[in-house]
T-cell receptor, first 114, second 113 residues
Framework: EPEVTQTPSHQVTQMGQEVILRCVPI?????FYWYRQILGQKVEFLVS????????KSEIFDDQFSVERPDGSNFTLKIRSTKLEDSAMYFC????????????FGPGTRLTVL | DAKTTQPNSMESNEEEPVHLPCNHS???????IHWYRQLPSQGPEYVIH???SNVNNRMASLAIAEDRKSSTLILHRATLRDAAVYYC??????????????FGEGTQLTVNP
């Protein structure tokens, strides 16, 4: 069964450093998402991406964040200068067909900012 | 986004049915009702969705009230693997691209052996 994959599973970084979280969505999907979940809190939407551009973003997704689909398979989330409060699980998701079909989530990347 | 209300937690015994309720009194006519769950240390997982009629799939059933102001996710025979946080989410049906999921606190389901 096709699945969304994410790398790395755990990333430790120093405050102020740049990180890139990588995702490989399901191959024929067209809509891509990033969510995050701070430990013990709700899953929060960050951004959605369709047709090579951001289609929606939340107030969390400020200028420190960017997304890219550099080739036909990867979807990346970059945090330019990490802060302590960026420590969280980051989940990538993708959807095929229409935008409101079910979203398939990856296993997540745990980001720890020291 | 229209809001949903779920109990914080529920308990069930293994192999018994579980009915997880969700209230969404401000639902609009074009909102779909989606259910996701999150097993410990995993990403959310789609369970089922519906608009007006009751729905069944291999994982669960979704019973939607006639006025659509509430719904119930039914797990017919709970297993230990069903212990998770269950989220009831309303999603707008719109033609524009991208449709975020807005997660609430969900219901923590505990399944006792």
């Amino acid at each position: 069964e096709p699945e969304v994959t994410q790398t790395p599973s755990h990333q430790v970084t120093q405050m102020g450093q740049e990180v890139i979280l990588r995702c490989v969505p399901i191959s024929n999907h067209l809509y891509f998402y990033w969510y995050r979940q701070i430990l013990g809190q709700k899953v929060e939407f960050l951004v959605s991406f369709y047709n090579n551009e951001i289609s929606e973003k939340s107030e969390i997704f400020d200028d420190q964040f960017s997304v890219e689909r550099p080739d036909g398979s990867n979807f990346t989330l970059k945090i330019r200068s990490t802060k302590l409060e960026d420590s969280a699980m980051y989940f990538c998701a993708s959807t095929g067909g229409t935008a409101y079909n079910e979203q398939f989530f990856g296993p997540g990347t745990r980001l720890t900012v020291l | 986004d229209a809001k949903t209300t779920q109990p914080n937690s529920m308990e069930s015994n293994e192999e018994e049915p579980v009915h997880l309720p969700c209230n969404h009194s401000t639902i609009s006519g074009t909102d779909y009702i989606h259910w996701y769950r999150q097993l410990p240390s995993q990403g959310p997982e789609y369970v089922i969705h519906g608009l007006t009629s009751n729905v069944n799939n291999r994982m669960a059933s979704l019973a939607i009230a006639e006025d659509r102001k509430s719904s119930t996710l039914i797990l017919h025979r709970a297993t230990l693997r069903d212990a998770a946080v269950y989220y009831c989410i309303l999603r707008e049906s719109r033609e524009t691209s991208g449709s975020r999921l807005t997660f609430g606190e969900g219901t923590q389901l505990t399944v006792n052996p």
